[in-house]
């Protein structure tokens, strides 16, 4: 099996023979069975795989003759402990795909701290704007509270008036976020973006995953839920007296 | 029926405001209101009738004594309890309207009694209707709040505060803010809700013509009673 690039180099395809030679000087024509694509240009150009068998021939090595084995997992996260058990188990040398790609996780990290951190200051923004909102609503409605109260809703009704309110507010902010963020994705997703590294890459890779919309929205509602708390809790405190009386 | 004909009681209150200094309002008050009855609280203003009132009605927790609302004690009672006594069993009237401008007459008055869910919505708007029909704004139900005239809207208040059928409805100066025509007429009403409905009237007016023509009239000085 070939990459693609390098079977495009040599013009080989499936069916043909081509001639490989190993570091120690052996030859050997093998058939082109298939060519593959890895999606990473600089991999497809080097890289070709034989049956076992057929290399540790060619090698001329026991059929016990075995230099790496990898280990695929459904879930990556086992990596280091799996790891850490074959090496104990088996005395060989074991290497996680963590720690394998170190660099490249310590990358993402950072960006994903860099976009969290942007999106926890912008709701905090957004959460003081509601608050602020709120608060002034209050001090308008101050007589509408007072009534309210006199004709017998308690302190705990009013709050969940007010609360219900910065809930409305952040289901609407939090839906409509969700809707254009989707939007959002739709376009960048169409946009193209061509790298000669990554051939199959074709437009701005994007992940559509639900886990990333519904931490959106929990934070949200959170947000508006903790900017309503004490603006509601508040409007719960008021004094309907002091407020009939002062007319 | 209650064991005595007493809706409201009042016994050895005291209050005093702390602020700037301690300066005592009312001094051992004690006074009783029956059924039906259409009591007045009259006196010089800074004598402590509407400290009393506002003792009264619940909504003013910082005194000492006890007032008793239909047979319970009401000292120390939670907000909560102190909330739904005031639905049910009591009804306000102020100076000022209070009407909600964002929703209509008709659900103005609805409100308390949609908190007390004690009856369906739709019997709520039938018994709203009818109070609105009694006080001549049937027509106005379905305005703003804020698009009738004074006298109208006190009438609305009125309404407002009968939704839940209470033992007893405060008013505090409702006459207050309206012209003679006006409070001629708030007053009839008043009047025909205690001879007919044998609900309780207790108003604190400064209107002596008002006080007058009340059952029995309190007058109040320096925070004690002087006539009862």
Known sequence: MLGKGLADMMEASIGESVQVTTATGERAMLRVSGIFQSGIADADKVQCYANIKTVQKLLARPSSYYTDINVKLHDLLEAPAMGQELARRFGVDALDVQTANAQFETGSDVRNIISYAVGVVLLIVAGFGIYNILNMMIYEKLDAIAILKA?????????RIFLLLSMIIGVAGGVSGLIGGFTLQNIIDNIPF????????????????PKYYIIAVTFALLTTWVAGWFPARKASQVDPVEIIRGK | MSATSNILEVVKVNKSFHDPVTVPVLKDVSMAVKRGEFVSVTGKSGCGKSTLLYILSTMDTDYEGQVIIDNE??????????????????????????????????KNVMLPGLKLAKRSAAEIEARAMDLLKDLQVKDQALKMANQLSGGQKQRVAIARSMINDPMIIMGDEPT????????????????KIASEHKRSLLVVTHDNDFAARTDRTIVMDDGRIVTS
């Open chain 2, 73 to 106: 004690p009401t000292f120390g009672l939670t907000g909560e309890r102190l909330s739904q006594i005031r639905n049910e069993k009591i009804g306000f009237v102020f100076q000022f309207h209070y009407l909600l401008s964002e929703f209509s007459v008709l």
């Open chain 1, 151 to 159: 004709t017998g809703f308690s302190g705990s009704d009013v709050r």
């Open chain 1, 194 to 209: 061509v790298t000669a590294a990554l051939p199959t890459v074709k437009t701005f890779p994007i992940d559509y995953s």
């Open chain 2, 176 to 191: 207050g803010n309206l012209d003679k025509k006006n409070s001629e007429i708030v007053f009839d009403i008043f009047q």
